[in-house]
């Protein structure tokens, strides 16, 4: 059985970061994925798929429901590690409520823990653009980005607060700091799975 942990933030969190860092000290049990990159993977694929999802996430939009789950399943049960770290998801309300009806109907995968990476806005732009912040093309793409985030936020989390699955983790501290909070909360919720 599959042990699934998401990691929500907005673009420039530092989510993919700090779930690379965690799988790779625990690499016997832990695999890390990131809808992004599986997404970016299809695309430089030069597969017709890839086009489609080329024109979604070029201007900073979501991709289609079915080609965002197909990919999340299909990354989740190919996997050789018994506990998932997946970064990225969900996006949208319909991505949170697809996954909740797929994870209904599959008793290979448990889903533990939504973990929101929370940063300011403003952190979040510095780290993106750094200091190309005068290039209106990229800040668009930002802002877009950033809207597409939080606009559902605030029902993303209130789902996942009624589960009980929810923490939020604060990430304007140092990276040590931020991955060894992140850890221990995996930690704490594996610790009756005897996985680690």
Known sequence: MKQLFLIIGAPGSGKTTDAQLIAQRHSVQMAHYSTGDLLRAEVQSGSALGARIDSFIS?????????AIDTIVTAIKGASKEVILFDGYPRSIEQMEALERHL?????????????????????????????????????????????????????????????????????????????????????????????
């Open 59 to 67: 201007k900073g939009l979501i991709v289609p429901i079915d080609i």
């Open 104 to 196: 209904r109907h599959d008793t290979q995968i448990v889903l533990h823990s939504v973990i929101e990476v929370v940063v300011s806005e403003e952190t979040a732009r510095d780290r993106v653009l750094g200091r190309a912040r005068g290039a209106d093309d990229r800040n668009e793409v930002f802002d877009n980005r950033m809207r597409v985030y939080v606009e559902p936020l605030e029902t993303i989390k209130t789902f996942y607060a009624h589960q009980g699955v929810l923490c939020s983790i604060d990430a304007e501290r140092s990276i040590e700091a931020i991955v060894d909070d992140m850890d221990q909360w995996i930690q704490s919720k594996l610790s009756n799975q005897e996985i680690l």
